[in-house]
């Protein structure tokens, strides 16, 4: 079943790199986004084990309170900062960085590693049916979040190189904060328990899902040099 967790995640990532049409980017640096990227996975687990251990002191399981906190907090931020954290490290000031569309492929690589070891745990023991609804679901979730995150990381950097500190720091915030929100409602549109909404999440699904495809060809289209 391992390989099963790994086939989704080179077919998405294939499809964001062939996209990079006017420069491709370093191996060595696509290698290390994607190592340090599934290193998340493991303190992304250890930091929300332990919040999550602490809050069941004081919260239900069941409680709508605890399933908000639980999935936009303990999950979805710790999960995205941490890419955010490995992303932001490695490339900001990278020589290669110097195309707006870049942005989207460091921030798919780095979030591609977290989902790839991540599969790989949860299938070591799983069947065909896991194999399938997280290559369909949990890795296509993980590359549109980072798509949002590199969208405006470029955005972010085109802005830095301008001059522009205003911009830079609000795309930057953006970069991070938008990827946890929508993290966050994917998360908990499958965990509260209400059948309403697993409607919800289908149609979150779709128009975050065109969103991104928009963005990704606008983006490979329109791929701005920052220097």
Not at 52 to 71: A, G, R, T
């Amino acid at each position: 079943m391992v390989w099963l967790a790994i086939i989704p995640s080179i077919v998405l990532f294939i499809m964001i790199w062939r996209k990079d049409k006017i420069e491709k980017e370093p191996a060595g640096l696509l290698i290390k986004l994607f190592l340090f990227g599934a290193l998340t996975t493991v303190s992304a687990g250890v930091i929300g084990m332990g919040a999550q251990y602490l809050l069941l002191n004081f919260l239900d399981e069941k409680s709508m309170v605890f399933i908000i906190i639980d999935n936009f907090l303990l999950t979805a931020l710790v999960e995205e900062g941490g890419k955010y954290f490995v992303l932001k490290k490695a490339t900001w000031k990278h020589p290669a960085f110097n195309y707006t569309f870049d942005a989207v492929v460091y921030a798919v690589c780095s979030s591609l590693g977290f989902a790839t070891l991540e599969n790989i745990l949860y299938l070591i023991d799983g069947d065909l049916g896991t194999a399938v609804g997280r290559g369909l679901l949990s890795v296509p979730g993980h590359v549109i979040f980072a798509v949002f995150m590199g969208y405006y990381y470029g955005m972010a950097k085109y802005a830095s190189v301008g001059g522009d500190d205003r911009g830079c720091r609000s795309n930057l915030r953006k970069a991070l904060w938008v990827p946890v929100l929508l993290h966050g409602m994917y998360d908990f549109c499958l965990s509260s328990g209400y059948d309403a909404f697993l409607v919800v999440f289908i149609v979150f699904v779709v128009i975050m899902s065109v969103l991104a495809i928009r963005k990704v060809r606008n983006m490979s289209k329109n791929d701005n040099m920052i220097s």
